[in-house]
């Protein structure tokens, strides 16, 4: 049996004890009432030491998945119902303009409330902080550098960190030089430079549905048409769909998220993503990837951005450190070999620069390894999270909710049962000192209102748990007004 344990994997020993009960439980080798190993015995098993079963079983017992006795042993309960997953939405495709601004200052004044549990804001690498290493990287580098780590930096960025991006990029294969690299404050600024280095005011943007609200926001800023594209929840756009709108259309360009999408967290296959390259580029349509969530893919299997399929350079990717290392520094980036001097340009005359001091640490923290280190065990920590999200909403929302299960990120999509109100639920849940995200701000035609974005990407404690409880009974009492209305 210990060789279903790989000390050499990047999951922790205890998540693949967990894993192996799970496995064992669905093959019906374990029943439910039936009692697990004891701690010693399953410890000599797998041939890893008793805290690490200690561990796996306290958190089975976390997730509701079995219980402890006093003086007995650890038993299976009974498999809990499962959640549906958000159906793919079906609707009209048209072009429209995007008029959401209001309810999205509502909900970012929700998130940075003082006092406030923020389960709307994405943010996963709170959940495994790397402060204390980047607070030392930048004694070091001001101990070092003195001034010069207090000037402007060059228009399109540290050369040294561009490098360290260009290195990241042709170890996954993708044809990268730090030239075709622009350094940005940043994913956002990136989309908004790639946005108006290929299209303007009018034109009409392919977007999936459900999308990130910054780039609907930005393409009402710039005055031009969303246009979208339904997702599912696991294998993100319909290729068909696609295809549909495309010809129907107009589009001057896509701005897509196919690795990890906000909000739902689906990760397109392998071979669907190169069919959507394909699709896109014999149109000659630019096609910008939002890639911020990319790193943090779930899967032991290494996925690749959409650039690795690009055969005309009409590919943009926009990605940052902000979900990965430290959203404050502000420290994006733009990969594009076609658009690099538009580029530029909408660079320079936005802001100039970024910050040289945090693109001086970023180096040092991506050169180190410690980089690498940190995001392999935040990969395992917002695992553990998702799977705990996952079981509070099972046990403490309103039947037939359904939820999406996350492959990468740090938040999740719940939708409530038919005829729920989601900005209602918002507003309950901020009376009561938590945040969510309402669905209709993921959407330029106002779907989703029943729908909401709740973020697990976050140290994990008592707090937390009793927050996912709270906003579950919060949407019952949602949940009852719409059946007294309907009674």
Request: with cysteine; glycine share 6%; charged share 25%.
């Amino acid at each position: 049996m210990s060789t279903m344990i790989s000390k050499n994997s990047d999951q922790f020993l205890y998540q693949q004890v967990i894993d192996l009960i799970q496995t064992m439980q669905t093959s019906g080798t374990l029943r439910p009432g039936d009692k697990l190993p004891s701690l010693r015995k399953l410890s000599s098993q797998l041939n890893v030491s008793i805290p690490t079963v200690k561990q796996a079983y306290v958190e089975l017992e976390r997730l509701g998945k079995v219980d402890a006795r006093a003086k007995s042993g650890y038993y299976l309960k009974s498999a809990q119902l499962e959640i549906s997953t958000p159906k793919r939405p079906s609707f009209v495709r048209r072009p429209v303009p995007v008029r959401c601004q209001t309810l999205i200052e509502e909900a970012y004044e929700a998130v940075h409330s003082p006092n406030i549990m923020p389960l709307g804001v994405s943010h996963p690498v709170m959940a495994s902080p790397p402060d204390k290493t980047l607070a030392r990287i930048m004694r070091r580098v001001l101990a070092q550098a003195g001034p010069k780590a207090m000037a402007y930096g060059p228009m399109d960025g540290y050369v040294p960190l561009k490098r360290q991006i260009a290195q990241r990029y042709l170890e996954q294969g993708v044809e990268a030089r730090q030239e075709d690299i622009i350094i940005t404050n940043g994913a956002q600024e990136a989309l908004a430079i790639a946005l108006q280095s290929v299209a303007k005011s009018g034109d009409v943007i392919a977007v999936e549905s459900p999308t990130y609200f910054g780039i609907l926001e930005l393409i009402e800023n710039l005055g031009m048409m969303a246009l979208e594209i339904p997702a599912c929840s696991d294998v993100g756009i319909c290729l068909d769909d696609l295809q549909d709108s495309l010809d129907s259309h107009n589009v001057k360009a896509c701005v897509f998220s196919s690795l990890i999408n906000n909000p739902m967290g689906s990760c397109m296959p392998e071979d669907k993503r190169e069919k959507l390259v394909e699709i896109v580029e014999s149109r000659n349509i630019p096609l910008i990837e939002d890639d911020v969530y990319g790193e943090l893919h779930f899967g032991e299997k290494e996925v690749l951005p959409l650039q690795a399929f690009s055969k005309k350079s009409l590919v943009i990717t926009c990605s940052s450190f902000s979900k990965t290392a430290a959203p404050s520094y502000r420290i994006g980036w733009i990969l594009t070999q076609k658009y690099e001097q538009r580029a530029k340009g909408y660079k320079r005359a936005l802001s100039c620069s970024s910050s040289l001091l945090n693109q001086w640490v970023l180096t040092e923290y991506v050169r180190s390894g410690d980089f690498d280190r940190n995001i392999k065990r935040l990969r395992q920590v917002l695992r553990c999270n998702k799977d705990r999200m996952l079981s509070l909403i099972s046990r403490y929302f309103p039947p037939k909710t359904c939820v999406s299960n996350p492959q990468g990120g740090g938040v999740v999509w719940v939708e409530l049962p038919a005829g729920c109100d989601s900005t209602e639920w918002f507003r309950k849940c901020v009376e009561n000192g938590i945040s969510v995200t309402p669905g209709v701000l993921f959407s330029a035609t106002g779907k989703y209102k029943r729908c909401a974005r709740v973020s697990y990407g976050l140290p994990w404690d008592q707090e937390v748990e009793d927050a996912v409880k709270k906003i579950g009974e919060l949407a019952f009492e949602v949940y009852h007004q719409k059946l007294s209305r309907v009674g």
